[in-house]
T-cell receptor, first 115, second 114 residues
């Protein structure tokens, strides 16, 4: 158990809908990262938050947004869902922003299926 | 263009023997490399890492080697056990505007046969 929790574990929804994925980082970790893993791609970095502020952005679609709250949990919002958004979404956390040998610890993921 | 490549999609090894998983990268600015293990329906589990200033790091049965001139790293598992059967991902830490994000290879599925 990495200490990172994600809810829900599974989500089935329809095209055009909006969903929210939730992540609680390990105790004491200030950074939260979101990754997407689809069938034909490896793990792709989406976005990073550090202590409530956006720190880095990867290949995140404009239909997707995220935030980190004062209690450090984070939410990833996916809107106008398309079939191609079906994937595993992972959250990871680390103690700082970019410390030396900073390791990210991953949650169990949310499996999203868009029908 | 893939910056981190794991060219072997799968590897099969006998229990007790050595497993060697390979990873190549293209960007000499990467400063930290990690290996993760992933079981189906679970998140990646951190295994071992190495800073770019080192060429070897060891933790129990797991050793990671880094060859910066060749832009190559490898994970050695000795001895291999059936419980090691999983998908192994190599990751490199990004730099500059990407800050701390990890860039992953596509994984190698390791099967350890009893």
């Amino acid at each position: 158990d990495s200490g990172v929790t994600q809810t829900p574990k599974h989500l089935i929804t329809a095209t055009g809908q909006r969903v929210t994925l939730r992540c609680s980082p390990r105790s004491g970790d200030l950074s939260v990262y979101w990754y997407q893993q689809s069938l034909d791609q490896g793990l792709q970095f989406l976005i990073q938050y550090y202590n409530g502020e956006e720190r880095a952005k990867g290949n995140i679609l404009e239909r997707f947004s995220a935030q980190q709250f004062p209690d450090l949990h984070s939410e990833l919002n996916l809107s106008s869902l398309e079939l191609g958004d079906s994937a595993l979404y992972f959250c990871a956390s680390s103690p700082r922003d970019r410390g030396p040998e900073e390791t990210q610890y991953f949650g169990p993921g949310t499996r999203l299926l868009v029908l | 263009d893939q910056q981190v490549k794991q060219n072997s999609p799968s590897l099969s090894v006998q229990e007790g023997r050595i497993s060697i998983l390979n990873c190549d990268y293209t960007n000499s600015m990467f400063d930290y490399f990690l290996w993760y293990k992933k079981y189906p329906a679970e998140g990646p589990t951190f295994l071992i890492s190495i800073s770019s200033i080192k060429d070897k790091n060891e933790d129990g049965r797991f050793t990671v080697f880094l060859n910066k001139s060749a832009k190559h790293l490898s994970l050695h598992i000795v001895p291999s056990q059936p419980g090691d059967s999983a998908v192994y991902f190599c990751a490199a830490r990004g730099y500059g505007g990407s800050q701390g994000n990890l860039i992953f290879g596509k994984g190698t599925k390791l099967s350890v046969k009893p």
